[in-house]
Nanobody, 114 residues
Framework: VQLVESGGGLVQAGGSLRLSCAAF????????MGWYRQAPGKQRDLVAV???????NYADSVKGRFTISRDGAENTVQLQMNNLKPEDTAVYYC?????????WGQGTQVTVSS
């Protein structure tokens, strides 16, 4: 499965950004897609994931500010990020998971200035 990300960029604190990810290839219907992020010198952490049944899970640090959604027909997932904070600065990676299989996007930089 290939993942193509778009969005990201530079924004001031309090601003908003929207990330999108499209999946191509052999897509199985019962999958989980989501976003992870990695700041310099830190491990890659979960931001938000959504199942094919639209069940969601968010990191505590983004609850109430970020919203994940998906279009099953288009095999896309979006992350709406509001009220961004400097600590949200990181490379954001899209992920597709089905069983033990997992695919990653190339990553997109999100930078939030104070």
């Amino acid at each position: 499965v290939q993942l193509v990300e778009s969005g990201g960029g530079l924004v001031q604190a309090g601003g908003s950004l929207r990330l999108s990810c499209a999946a191509f290839g052999s897509i199985f219907s019962d999958n989980i897609m989501g976003w992870y992020r990695q700041a310099p010198g830190k491990q890659r952490d979960l931001v938000a994931v959504i199942s094919s049944g639209n069940s969601t899970n968010y990191a505590d640090s983004v609850k109430g500010r970020f919203t994940i959604s998906r279009d099953g027909a288009e095999n896309t997932v979006q992350l709406q990020m509001n009220n961004l904070k400097p600590e949200d600065t990181a490379v954001y990676y899209c992920n597709y998971a089905w069983g033990t299989d997992s695919s990653w996007g190339q990553g997109t930089q999100v930078t939030v200035s104070s």
